[in-house]
């Protein structure tokens, strides 16, 4: 049984700062490159920072300079420091592995498996 976790999400005003938590659980669950995505209304969930268990982090362009990632080692824990938040910054941000994780059911065959994210508001 696999199960993800976030939180730290809510409002701020442009310029401020969060920090988001993520745990990922599951009796064999053992992640390499964990990775923040996010959604905004209306558009497709997009992959913001990954880290690898090394601690190697990768950023998308827009999000480069203002927010770090972090993980408490090889464990499955996960954050993400934003800074200088933007109103465009406004989305549910997810964690997740990179690529996420693949579970299968009965009904639904193989499918990717995503927690409830976070919301993040960022007013102007």
């Known amino acids: 049984q696999v199960h993800i976790v976030e939180s730290g999400g809510g409002l701020v005003q442009a310029g401020g700062s969060l920090r988001l938590s993520c745990g990922a659980s599951g009796s064999t669950l053992s992640i390499n490159r964990m990775g923040w995505y996010r959604q905004a209304p209306g558009k497709q969930r997009e992959l913001v920072a990954t880290?690898?268990?090394?601690?190697?982090?990768n950023y998308a362009g827009d999000v480069k300079g203002r927010f770090t990632i972090s993980r408490d080692g090889s464990k499955n824990t996960a954050y993400l420091q934003m800074n200088r938040l933007k109103p465009e910054d406004t989305a549910v941000y997810y964690c997740?592995?990179?690529?996420?994780?693949?579970?299968?059911?009965?009904?639904?065959?193989?499918?990717?498996?995503w927690g409830q994210g976070t919301q993040v508001t960022v007013s102007s």
């Open positions: 880290i690898t268990s090394g601690g190697t982090s």
């Open positions: 997740n592995s990179d690529p996420p994780l693949q579970l299968w059911s009965a009904e639904l065959g193989l499918y990717d498996y």
